[in-house]
């Protein structure tokens, strides 16, 4: 069984390099897909958070400290 090398005579097909692979300093994605991919994370995370302290915060405070078990 012949082992495969890598032809570098060909380019690479894949459309995202690893970011040590390019050569440059910059990032090997686009602004875009760097913003969409923050997004995508950050919608549940607020979601996460805010709604949780909305049912808190949606009876008063004073009934709250004020009640009796």
Do not use: N, Q
Not at 17 to 25: V, Y
Not at 29 to 45: E, K, N, Q, R, S
Not at 46 to 62: E, K, N
């Amino acid at each position: 069984m012949a082992v495969r090398t890598h032809d570098y005579t060909r380019p690479d097909p894949s459309p995202v390099r690893p970011a040590g692979m390019t050569g440059e300093a910059a990032a090997a994605v686009t602004p875009l897909v760097y913003v969409t991919v923050v997004a995508i994370a950050g919608l549940p995370a607020l979601v996460a958070t805010a709604l949780p302290g909305r049912v808190a915060l949606r009876v008063r405070p004073v009934t709250v400290a004020t009640a009796k078990e």
